[in-house]
């Protein structure tokens, strides 16, 4: 669509600004067919067709350029004329990453609007999506919103933040070390408070929602005190608090989490600077070869100031209603990464014992045989699955379910399209966000049976941004094709027998 005045004057926008007649929503004239928003920072134009309208590239934020490098968010400037909104917001800085591509921009704090095209005859619940990609890649603009906004009558915000070495830095002394990405969130969700009913979605019913590292985050700004007040529901997709990754010795795993600290002690000697001074002066380019180094966020600071394990487990979060989900087969995608090859299963026992010990290598044997097909990555993937993912999943349903109410679900499509390009692995079945592809319009192919399931995840989904019940509560329900069920996670991912070792 082309861009509402190109070159407005300022009598022009001025004139513009006056024949704002606004809806119940606070949004479009009535001459532009809704293209045309006014933000508190300015004015926005849009691309609206019959069924929905979408707005990209809004800054929520300054640029973090420069002084502002590695500086909590800072206030983004108002602007004259209108804004050209027809365009996503760019990639954050990041190299590329399974197929994703990379990206040298540092401004990159901005986020995208999609709404369904018709006013609203009361302010619609309003859903904000945090990526996931490792907290090293991604973007907001990856994720077309339009089926969650269109047949659930919500307002779906998308949303950027710093990532790798830009936004989970530290280093003594600097203020906001470790968590700048996660302050970034925070930004974009106060923007939200700001915004909410000019694009026509009610700032008191918004449901924060990611994937991944999204997940995370989500998790994360459930334990965040200045997180207060932001949102009033919360869906952690494959992300759980507990989440764990092997350690440096056999048997040895640890959370996801880490103290200022050592973020602070891990940011000193970077690229061979001696000073901040320095580090600020580098370009995009110089900073992305240590990218991937500072890849999670850190606790004991003023946005996280505990792990946000022990606030889930001492009820130290925010106590709004969560739905707790993961996919039946998390870790074939990992798995298939530790090993592009192959594994003969004889020499499958020894695998089990590098990652889950000696002492356990043969009880996890037990649990988990071979099946036979000479290739022991599927066995080492659900085991993996189960000890590592699943069963903190579960955990945290449990958990947080004892100060609010949750919700839990596992996505289980066995034959879900592929996205990412991997190599050959005996089956991916479920993999890790495998499930997005039913929430979002990714371009991947859905037969006829995977559609419906879609249909029925996304009515699930905008249920509980609307009400906080998904339609189910009790139990957690399995999403599959044809197969959409109660399930017993815990007994089917042998939780049982991982809390006795891990």
Same mark, same amino acid.
Request: charged share 20%; glycine share 10%; net charge positive.
């Given at each position: 669509?082309?861009?509402?005045?190109?070159?407005?004057?300022?009598?022009?926008?001025?004139?513009?600004?006056?024949?704002?007649?606004?809806?119940?929503?606070g949004?479009a004239?009535a001459?532009?067919? /809704?293209?045309?928003?006014?933000? &508190?920072?300015?004015?926005?134009?849009?691309? @609206?067709t019959?069924?929905? +309208?979408? !707005? #990209?590239?809004?800054?929520?934020?300054?640029?973090?350029?420069?002084?502002?490098?590695?500086?909590d968010?800072?206030?983004?400037?108002?602007?004259q004329?209108?804004?050209?909104?027809?365009?996503?917001?760019?990639?954050?800085?990041?190299?590329s990453?399974l197929?994703?591509?990379?990206?040298?921009i540092?401004?990159?704090?901005y986020?995208?609007v999609?709404?369904?095209?018709?006013?609203?005859h009361?302010?619609?619940p309003?859903?904000?999506w945090i990526?996931g990609?490792?907290?090293?890649?991604?973007?907001?603009?990856?994720?077309?919103?339009?089926?969650?906004?269109t047949?659930?009558d919500?307002?779906?915000?998308?949303?950027?933040?710093?990532?790798?070495?830009?936004?989970?830095?530290?280093?003594p002394?600097?203020?906001?070390? /470790?968590?700048?990405g996660?302050? &970034?969130?925070q930004?974009?969700l106060k923007? @939200?408070?700001?915004?909410a +009913?000019? !694009? #026509?979605?009610?700032?008191?019913?918004?449901?924060?929602?990611?994937?991944?590292?999204g997940?995370?985050s989500?998790?994360?700004?459930?334990?965040?005190?200045?997180a207060?007040g932001l949102?009033?529901?919360?869906?952690?997709?494959?992300?759980?608090?507990?989440?764990t990754?092997?350690?440096?010795?056999?048997?040895?795993?640890?959370?996801?989490?880490?103290?200022?600290?050592?973020?602070?002690?891990?940011?000193?000697?970077?690229?061979?600077?001696?000073?901040?001074?320095?580090?600020?002066?580098?370009?995009?380019?110089?900073?992305?070869?240590?990218?991937?180094?500072?890849?999670?966020?850190?606790?004991?600071?003023?946005?996280?100031?505990i792990?946000?394990?022990?606030?889930?487990?001492?009820?130290?979060?925010?106590?709004?209603p969560t739905?707790?989900?993961?996919?039946?087969?998390?870790?074939?995608?990992?798995?298939?990464l530790?090993?592009?090859?192959?594994?003969p299963?004889?020499?499958?026992?020894?695998?089990?014992?590098q990652?889950?010990g000696?002492?356990?290598?043969?009880?996890v044997?037990?649990?988990?045989?071979?099946?036979?097909?000479?290739?022991?990555?599927?066995?080492?993937?659900?085991?993996?699955?189960?000890?590592?993912?699943?069963?903190?999943?579960?955990?945290?349903?449990?958990?947080?379910?004892?100060?609010?109410?949750?919700?839990?679900?596992?996505?289980?499509d066995?034959?879900a399209?592929?996205?990412f390009?991997?190599?050959?692995?005996?089956?991916?079945?479920?993999?890790?966000?495998?499930e997005?592809?039913?929430l979002?319009?990714?371009g991947a192919?859905l037969?006829?049976?995977?559609r419906e399931?879609s249909d029925?995840?996304?009515?699930?989904?905008?249920?509980?941004?609307?009400?906080?019940?998904?339609?189910?509560?009790s139990?957690?329900?399995?999403?599959?094709?044809?197969?959409?069920?109660?399930?017993d996670?815990?007994?089917?991912h042998?939780?049982?027998?991982?809390?006795?070792?891990l």
């Open positions: 669509m082309r861009v509402l005045g190109a070159v407005v004057s300022k009598t022009l926008t001025a004139v513009i600004a006056a024949a704002m007649v606004f809806s119940v929503a949004a004239s001459d532009d067919g /809704g293209a045309v928003v006014r933000t &508190d920072k300015g004015l926005v134009s849009g691309t @609206v019959s069924t929905y +309208r979408t !707005f #990209g590239n809004i800054p929520f934020a300054a640029p973090p350029v420069g002084a502002n490098r590695w500086r968010p800072q206030p983004a400037a108002a602007w004329g209108v804004r050209d909104a027809t365009k996503p917001a760019p990639y954050c800085a990041q190299n990453q197929g994703q591509p990379s990206s040298q540092e401004d990159c704090l986020l995208n999609t709404t369904p095209a018709k006013d609203p009361r302010p619609r309003v859903m904000v990526h990609g490792g907290f090293t890649a991604g973007a907001a603009s990856e994720y077309d919103a339009r089926w969650l906004a047949k659930n919500v307002v779906v915000v998308t949303v950027n933040y710093r990532l790798g070495v830009f936004g989970f830095f530290g280093y002394g600097l203020p906001g070390s /470790g968590v700048f996660l302050a &970034d969130q930004a974009a923007w @939200v408070q700001r915004n +009913r000019a !694009f #026509g979605g009610d700032a008191r019913n918004v449901t924060v929602f990611g994937e991944s590292a997940g995370l989500v998790c994360a700004q459930l334990a965040s005190p200045r207060a949102f009033a529901k919360a869906i952690i997709q494959s992300g759980p608090c507990g989440l990754t092997p350690g440096t010795r056999p048997g040895e795993f640890t959370g996801v989490w880490r103290p200022r600290v050592d973020a602070e002690k891990q940011g000193v000697g970077t690229l061979g600077c001696a000073d901040l001074a320095c580090l600020r002066a580098q370009p995009v380019d110089k900073l992305l070869t240590v990218h991937d180094l500072f890849n999670w966020p850190a606790y004991d600071t003023a946005v996280l100031p792990d946000p394990v022990v606030a889930q487990r001492t009820g130290r979060m925010h106590h709004v739905m707790v989900g993961s996919t039946h087969d998390e870790m074939t995608l990992f798995a298939a530790f090993y592009p090859q192959p594994i299963e004889p020499g499958y026992r020894a695998q089990l014992a990652f889950f000696e002492n356990n290598a043969d009880k044997l037990a649990r988990y045989p071979v099946n036979g097909n000479n290739d022991a990555r599927d066995e080492m993937a659900t085991a993996w699955t189960d000890g590592l993912w699943s069963c903190p999943t579960q955990r945290a349903r449990e958990e947080l379910g004892r100060h609010a109410r949750v919700s839990g679900y596992e996505f289980a066995a034959d399209p592929m996205i390009p991997l190599p050959p692995f005996p089956d991916y079945k479920a993999y890790h966000a495998s997005l592809m039913s979002f319009d990714m192919p037969d006829a049976r995977q399931l029925y995840m996304i009515a699930a989904w905008g249920r509980f941004a609307r009400t906080g019940d998904p339609g189910w509560r139990e957690v329900r399995s999403l599959a094709p044809g197969a959409i069920r109660g399930t996670f815990a007994r089917d042998q939780c049982a027998f991982w809390s006795s070792i």
